[in-house]
């Protein structure tokens, strides 16, 4: 950072002027960011990209991907601990960062980028339920745990 200042202190600076999301919002967007940096740079070794700019899809993609490995099934929960509950409160952490000169961005790079992103409870619920309806495995359970009826034979 080019102003002197460390993150945290940049992130408070920033809750005063938009105090709508929680400081750990900001701190998992910069992990998250990092964490898709590195996958980048793999596709790159693997690829021919030359590029490390990431897109607003690409961390949106990145994010999730860091959620649900860092998180689970608390992804959700906690997201919305911190007030972030669409893609859109994604861009606009990211673009409060851009404004304080924490990230950078390109001249195509807006806000609008993280409005169609993907459904939170599709992106962080979903995948830790179960697939097979809850009905299924009701009639599994009793018929594993009736009674055995020594009539029956």
């Not at 950078?104 to 939170?120: I, M, Q």
């Not at 599994?140 to 034979?153: D, L, T």
Request: aromatic share 12%; net charge negative.
């Amino acid at each position: 950072m080019s102003n002197g200042k460390d993150f945290a202190d940049v992130v408070e600076l920033i809750q005063r002027e938009d105090p709508r999301f929680e400081k750990g919002a900001y701190f998992f967007v910069r992990q998250a960011l990092d964490h898709t940096l590195k996958n980048i740079k793999k596709q790159q070794q693997e690829q021919t990209r030359t590029s490390s700019h990431v897109s607003g899809h690409e961390l949106l993609e990145g994010i999730r991907d860091f959620a649900l490995e860092q998180y689970g099934p608390m992804s959700l929960t906690l997201l919305n601990t911190w007030n972030v509950q669409t893609c859109s409160d994604f861009g606009d952490i990211v673009f409060n960062l851009v404004d304080y000169g924490v990230l950078g961005k390109t001249e195509n790079d807006r806000p609008e980028d993280f409005r169609d992103g993907y459904d939170f409870f599709e992106a962080f619920a979903k995948p830790f339920l179960p697939s097979q309806p809850v009905e299924h495995f009701n009639r599994v359970f009793s018929a594993e745990n009736e009674e055995p009826n020594p009539e029956a034979n």
